[in-house]
T-cell receptor, first 116, second 112 residues
């Protein structure tokens, strides 16, 4: 029989463009956020993280922005390359109660496709 | 570099079989996690362990159990596999005090 699944958000860009991937998080008590990249057939790989006491953090070609007022997180990738094509996940850690053991809650993911 | 390995990349099992998925990490991490990943649903936590012989249920523990007899090894057990357990299974580890989790390559399990 035919199955119907949820569709991931997608972003399609040209090589060299800047990419912005957005994520809304749910828990105002979350104190840590992380972005992962998952290429086809591989496990998620760490890209960049940010703590709730920061608004912005930069890495190599990537920047994460955190807006706690509207519970929004974004990942900016500068000069996007074909090798950046992957699924990108945001994740949050909610340390409410102090015994979360570092559990992360993941978003559904966004598919980024970079065209040469 | 942290290395997390999983015993199989692909696995095909029959309904009702007992299935063992093994995960090993080489960084002496205290915390280990099992997730399943399904299209459009992201990663969902099945079980995690914060020390040897210690375990906690995640968000979707039904139909699964785990074992952590040694610090480096965390096993996921499907007591009686069912078709709705067909999925990608990902193992991760984390060292204190970092929140970053390191993932293995995943095991794609098909239950027929």
């Amino acid at each position: 029989g035919e199955s119907v699944g949820l569709h991931l958000p997608t972003l399609s860009v040209q090589e060299g463009d800047n990419s912005i991937i957005n994520c809304a998080y749910s828990n105002s008590a979350s104190d840590y956020f992380i972005w992962y990249k998952q290429e086809s057939g591989k496990g998620p790989q760490f890209i960049i993280d940010i703590r709730s006491n920061m608004d912005k953090r930069q890495g190599q070609r990537v920047t994460v922005l955190l807006n706690k007022t509207v519970k929004h997180l974004s990942l900016q990738i500068a000069a996007t390359q074909p090798g950046d094509s992957a699924v990108y996940f945001c994740a949050e850690n909610s340390n409410a109660g102090g015994t979360s053991y570092g559990k992360l809650t993941f978003g559904q993911g966004t598919i980024l496709t970079v065209h040469p | 570099d942290v290395k997390v390995t999983q015993s199989s990349r692909y696995l095909v099992k029959r309904t009702g079989e007992k299935v063992f998925l093994e995960c090993v990490q080489d960084m002496d991490h205290e915390n280990m996690f099992w997730y399943r990943q399904d299209p459009g649903l992201g990663l969902r936590l099945i079980y995690f362990s914060y020390d040897v012989k210690m375990k906690e249920k995640g968000d979707i523990p039904e139909g699964y159990s785990v074992s952590r007899e040694k610090k480096e090894r965390f096993s996921l057990i499907l007591e009686s596999a069912s078709t709705n357990q067909t999925s990608m299974y990902l193992c991760a580890s984390r060292g204190t005090p970092s929140y970053e989790q390191y993932f293995g390559p995943g095991t794609r399990l098909t239950v027929t």
